[in-house]
Structure formats: C-alpha cells, structure tokens
Nanobody, 118 residues
Framework: QVQLVESGGGSVQPGGSLRLSCAASGFTFDNFGMSWYRQAPGKERELVAT????????NYADSVKGRFTISRDKNKNTAYLQMNSLKPEDTAVYYC???????????WGRGTQVTVSS
C-alpha cells in the first residue's frame, strides 16, 4: 500500500522555523522525485520545491529561495523541507508528492498545516 505521510507542521511566529517530513512507503523511493507543494486558503496549489530521485537536481519557487531547503534520505525513505525565516504568507497546507522517474505515476500525501502568525 502506497503511503506518503507528512508531519512537522504547526504554528510559528514570523521569523521562526519548521521542518516538514514526508515518510514514504509502498514504492521504491529511489525511483521517485519528491516535491513539496502548498495551498493557501482561496489560492491554487503551488510548487514550492522539488528534488530528483537521486537528489542530483533541486529547484525552488522564487518566493522561498534562500529560506527553504529540500532534502531526502534514502535510508529512511523520507523527504524533508526545512523552512527558515518564515513569513505570514507561507501559511498554507503543505503537501508532498512523489513522481516516478520512469512513468507518469505520482502519489500525493494528505498535507500538513503550517501557520505563521504573531
């Protein structure tokens, strides 16, 4: 059974940090690129960061460059999103997605809420 389970969300003050985790199971983690998306209330889901299946290539949305870091640990089948210098506009539900390197197969997690507020 394929599962992507996000964790690490919560409430934080502006300028604070959070580390999101996405635990993967039920598929071969090394064959899938991993991405983080977010969706704020009333807005479309947007791509935040992506890392290729072997971690060779990483890309970020302009809005998070220099503040967020995506990574993956093949031994733990887990992807991470380290979020620093958080701003109120980072408030959203954050989702992870796994995309097959070899096909159109993709899987989504259920999301974790991040709220940045003073």
């Amino acid at each position: 059974q394929v599962q992507l389970v996000e964790s690490g969300g919560g409430s934080v003050q502006p300028g604070g940090s959070l580390r999101l985790s996405c635990a993967a199971s039920g598929f071969t983690f090394d064959n899938f690129g991993m991405s983080w998306y977010r969706q704020a209330p009333g807005k479309e889901r947007e791509l935040v960061a992506t890392i290729t299946n072997l971690g060779v290539s990483i890309n970020y949305a302009d809005s998070v460059k220099g503040r967020f870091t995506i990574s993956r640990d093949k031994n733990k089948n887990t992807a991470y999103l380290q979020m620093n210098s958080l701003k109120p506009e980072d408030t959203a539900v954050y989702y992870c997605k796994a995309t097959s390197r070899w096909s159109d197969t993709e899987f989504w997690g259920r999301g974790t809420q991040v709220t940045v507020s003073s």
